[in-house]
């Protein structure tokens, strides 16, 4: 009686351990989620170091120390009680960075009125979760709202373990929602309201009026701000017109197969030196005509996608139940997204010969474009179109950093870099698909092995199953729901 009294406190202690452990794992708390993993002394022993630097030496059997949020030597002495991460045999990488996405985040889908706020409630940490899980650290929100600042300062103040995002301000011409310009005395000022409120760079879309558009860009140069975006249709027949400076980066290799009657090796070559001339960037996003294209043919290219059950449960009925790619598809259709698709190929190829610089973004949040997976699947994409693994590997990294005019902290492995790492089970150099092979992520210093990433997942796919009958897309009007946890 007296042992098995000892024991007691020793049984509880160990249940409320797993209680609590579970807690975590089903993400029912940020907060546990986010005080689980906390910053402090590491050291990656013995792992490969792919730095992505100027020269990009790779870094053999190298002992690599973390401490806070920063890396504070590579085969430096190590501090006395670093807890030590066995590199034997695994690659180093930067966090990847995403330069295209379009984040979730509370939303009213209803009627509105004074007072009332969202009907659609986003559990920020699940959502980020498919970033850190994918060793994505860095993203740039290309359609920015109240609600992605919030998400923002959630993850800087450490409430949520999360990405660091960078916002643009989406001006459009026409009529609709968000920052609406249809004068150049308009789009100035809408310029000038977006620098007030905080957002980092501006992305002009395709309604704009070429006098607009033109004002757009310059404003934007006098307020600091760079811009990437879509070339509006009112520039088609006359492309050259777009390229005026400060336009920075265009945001699709489809903005450019638009103005391409025959998709002709010609034409991308003559784009690529008209972007080169103006220093004017490229992020593809192959990814997403490769998956429109096969949406447009069956949902069963949704359906099978391994992470599937991962994307939100509002999201999968809406791209399941509500695709107009597949809807409105034809055989035309088909066939011109298959044209469309190989023209991109052939396009990046191109633009790379031609000296254009390239980054990865995927345009995540389109139907079948999945946060954080859909990094890997683009960098596959740039591979297919000619760039070698160590290219695509920049384009995510080095090159990303560099236009988001962050280098100096991100996007390389260096002391004195912050401490967004990915470490790797297999060379990515060898084959850009070992880039998700991931044995654990850094994440602004933080560290997040394997285990506890398939933990998690687990424990979100099994919340999403749960809760897949309260969402609904055509009942989206009628949320809230009431979560079952």
């Known amino acids: 009686m007296n042992k098995l009294r000892k024991r007691i406190p020793v049984i509880i202690w160990l249940m409320s351990l797993v209680a609590s452990f579970d807690c975590a794992a089903q993400v ?81 889908f209803g009627s509105s009125y004074p007072t009332k706020g969202a009907n659609f409630f986003l559990d920020s940490q699940d959502f980020m979760w498919l970033y850190i899980e994918n060793g994505v650290t860095t993203a740039l929100e290309m359609n920015g709202r109240a609600e992605h600042f919030g998400q923002r300062n959630d993850i800087v103040k450490g409430r949520i373990i999360g990405p660091r995002i960078a916002l643009s301000a989406l001006i459009n011409g026409g009529e609709g929602d968000g920052f609406i310009a249809n004068t150049p005395e308009d789009g ?33 140069k006098k307020q600091g701000m760079k811009t990437t975006g879509h070339i509006p249709v009112a520039f088609i027949g006359t492309l050259t017109e777009a390229f005026v400076p400060n336009f920075a980066m265009v945001a699709h290799a489809e903005e450019y197969s638009r103005n391409s009657e025959h998709f002709s090796d010609d034409d991308a070559r003559r784009f690529a030196r008209f972007a080169k001339a103006n220093n004017t960037w490229l992020c593809p ?98 591979v297919k179109a000619g760039l070698s693994p160590r290219s695509a590997l920049k384009a995510a990294t080095y090159t990303a950093a560099d236009w988001l005019q962050i280098g100096d902290r991100i996007g390389t492995i260096e002391p004195g870099k912050l401490a967004d790492l990915v470490l790797l089970d297999a060379n990515p150099l060898d084959n850009i698909s070992n880039t998700r092979k991931i044995a654990g992520v850094f994440v602004n210093g933080r560290w997040v092995d394997k285990k506890h990433i398939a933990l998690i997942r687990a424990a979100i796919i099994k919340k999403h199953k749960l809760n897949k009958n309260n969402f609904d897309w055509s009942k989206r009007k009628e949320l809230p729901n009431q979560l079952e946890n």
Not at 291 to 304: G, V
Request: aromatic share 8%.
């Open 28 to 108: 029912k708390h940020n907060t546990l989620l986010a005080d689980q993993f906390k910053q402090g002394i590491f050291v990656i022993h013995d792992v490969a170091v792919i730095p992505m630097t100027e020269h990009d030496t790779i870094i053999t059997h190298a002992n690599v120390v973390v401490q806070g949020n920063k890396i504070i030597s590579i085969n430096g002495l190590t501090p006395k009680g670093a807890k030590l991460i066995n590199g034997t045999g695994k690659w180093l990488i930067p966090g990847l960075i995403d330069m295209h996405v379009h984040n979730l985040a509370d939303i009213n």
């Open 188 to 220: 100035r000022q809408t310029v000038r309201i977006a620098k007030a409120m905080g957002y980092d760079f501006i992305k002009p879309y395709g309604a704009l009026n070429i006098e607009t558009f033109k004002a757009i860009i310059d404003e934007a």
């Open 285 to 382: 996003t192959l990814i997403t005509m490769v998956r429109i294209a096969e949406q447009s043919q069956t949902l069963d290219s949704l359906r099978n996608l391994t992470y599937f059950d991962e994307v939100h449960p509002l999201m999968q009925s809406k791209w399941l139940t509500a695709n107009r790619y597949n809807i409105e598809t034809s055989a035309e259709r088909i066939a011109y997204f298959d044209k469309m698709v190989n023209f991109h190929y052939r396009l990046v190829k191109i633009f790379q010969e031609e000296g254009v610089p390239i980054v990865a973004g995927t345009d995540a949040g389109t139907s079948g474009v999945v946060w954080g997976y859909a990094l890997h699947d683009e960098l596959q994409q740039l």
